[in-house]
């Protein structure tokens, strides 16, 4: 029996070094996943982005929401788009505002002010 004690103390040693190894591994090959999924969202982000700007239009703001925006009087977005101060679109008896166009015609109307 005395010489049975020191087989199973090596294979309780050996079970848990294999144990750990294993582990290791685990955490190694996870680590891996992780890495590449942080990659794939990355990607999938990118792609969303581009597929965004390559579909198209941007959806039209009608006088109210720019004048919301803006802080004005829908009165005051309209006659701004009639004497073409503001920028702005006419689709039959609507005027239309693109937010990109706004946002440029903002920024140049604020650096005018810096200067």
């Known amino acids: 029996m005395s010489e049975e004690s020191p087989n199973i103390i090596r294979i309780k040693k050996h079970e848990q070094s294999a144990g750990r190894d294993i582990l290791a591994r685990l955490e190694k090959l996870e680590d891996s996943f992780l890495t590449g999924l942080q990659e794939i969202r990355a990607v999938k982000s990118e792609l969303k982005k581009q597929a965004d700007s390559i579909s198209g239009l941007e959806k039209l703001l009608d006088a109210k929401a720019v004048a919301d925006l803006l802080g004005e009087k829908e009165r005051w977005v309209y006659q701004q788009a009639k004497a073409k101060k503001i920028p702005s ?17 903002l920024e140049k109307k604020n650096s005018a002010c810096s200067a």
């Open 89 to 105: 679109i006419k689709l039959g008896k609507y005027w239309k505002f693109s937010p990109s166009q706004l946002q440029k015609w």
